[in-house]
């Protein structure tokens, strides 16, 4: 499927599934709905440095990502419920 959108300047993106029996729509949705790991992910490497691991054992390697991804979440998480209550007063 090929989106194009008139307003706006940008290259027109095709989007693919190998499932014919799949709806357009059903691919744009899985599409927006990937967006969101996929920002998360792209954080967590630019912010917390995850690619660039300096641990010397696997265990040290297998446990770090997993500890740093569940540190950033709840940072978010504090930062969003912080601004909901700046917000709501």
């Known amino acids: 499927m090929l989106v ?3 307003a706006n300047p940008l290259a027109p993106e095709a989007f693919f599934s190998t499932d014919l029996s ?4 059903h691919i ?4 927006i709905s ?4 996929e920002v998360t992910f ?3 490497r630019r912010h917390l440095g995850v690619e660039t691991q ?3 054992t696997a265990k040290a390697i297998a446990r770090t990502p997993p500890a740093l991804l569940a540190l ?10 912080l601004l909901d209550g700046a917000s709501a007063a």
């Open 54 to 56: 300096r641990q010397w």
């Open 42 to 44: 792209a954080e967590v």
């Open 4 to 6: 194009v959108d008139p």
């Open 22 to 25: 799949v709806l357009p729509v």
């Open 72 to 81: 950033f979440s709840i940072v978010c998480f504090v930062f969003h419920r």
């Open 28 to 31: 744009i949705e899985w599409f």
């Open 34 to 37: 990937h967006w969101s790991i």
